[in-house]
């Protein structure tokens, strides 16, 4: 019997065409980021505050900005604690800039974060807000 003579089920024809597998694919994909959204949206924005040589910066104030319609306006402030670190719990947009200030120390650059999606968690610590003397 030659391989010509056997035939491929009608399921098997209808499954597994290149139209269905995309759109399936395409389905898995969009699930997978929705689940991915939906155990990311807290709100959390943490990070480090150092100084210019890179020590922590305890009682910092860390200052966040979001994104209104035009220009940006500031939402909320965190303290860092004895570790130079902040956290911010209640952010709800996608376009946000950071900075830190600490009277005697110095203040460091606003720096903008752009996000994948609203609320989206994040954590800076990799990143630090640098503290530079102001002059």
């Known amino acids: ?11 098997r024809k209808l499954v597994l065409n290149r139209f269905v597998l995309v759109l399936g694919v ?20 943490s990070g480090r505050v150092v100084d210019a040589s890179g020590r922590p910066v305890p009682g910092a104030t860390v200052v966040l900005w979001v994104l209104n319609f035009t220009t940006y306006v500031e939402k909320t402030r965190a303290t860092t604690d004895v570790e130079g670190r902040f956290l911010i719990g209640d952010n709800d947009s996608h376009n946000i800039r950071l ?12 720096v903008p974060v752009r996000l994948y999606f609203r609320a989206e968690d994040i954590d800076l610590s990799g990143q630090p807000l640098v503290l530079s003397v102001p002059g």
Do not use: C, F, Q
């Not at 019997?1 to 399921?11: G, Q, R």
């Open 99 to 110: 900075a830190a200030e600490k009277p005697g120390v110095g203040r460091s650059a606003r």
């Open 1 to 11: 019997m030659s391989m010509d003579a056997i035939e491929t089920p009608l399921w």
């Open 26 to 45: 395409a389905a898995v994909l969009v699930l997978a980021w929705n689940v991915y959204v939906s155990m990311h949206n807290h709100g959390r924005v």
